[in-house]
């Protein structure tokens, strides 16, 4: 069984940085595509950013455009963890933050196409 466990949410400031990671446990689990998606409080979940693998150690990422000036997605040395380096946080950053993954070539931005999920980190960004 595969757990996806998400990690660095918290409260801060705006203006502020974050950095998320998530992790994948349990059986081998070599995700093609890792990425992150967020809800806030009374909108549907949108999606963030993510990566697709490309071949060897290199990968494929995208950050939304609204988001990309800010945001940043990593992948680690391990192939099973992805990063999301959030930096000159908003109000409207407010949110749940769902880490994603596939084993297969999926459309990033497609929520339905990740079949696992984590349960997802609070971050809360203060005035």
């Known amino acids: 069984q595969v757990q996806l466990v998400e990690s660095g949410g918290g409260l801060v400031q705006a203006g502020g940085s974050l950095r998320l990671s998530c992790a994948a446990s349990?059986?081998?689990?070599?995700?093609?595509?890792m990425g992150w998606f967020r809800q806030a409080p009374g909108k549907e979940r949108e999606f963030v950013a993510s990566t697709r693998w490309s071949g060897g150690n290199i990968y494929y990422a995208y950050v939304a455009d609204s988001m990309k000036d800010r945001f940043t997605i990593s992948r680690g040395n391990n192939q099973n963890m992805v990063s999301l380096q959030m930096n000159s946080l908003k109000l409207e950053d407010t949110a749940v933050y769902y880490c994603?993954?596939?084993?297969?070539?999926?459309?990033?931005?497609?929520?339905?196409?990740?079949?696992?999920w984590g349960q997802g980190t609070q971050v809360t960004v203060s005035s």
């Open positions: 994603a993954a596939a084993l297969t070539a999926v459309a990033l931005t497609r929520e339905r196409e990740y079949p696992y």
């Open positions: 349990g059986r081998t689990f070599n995700p093609y595509v």
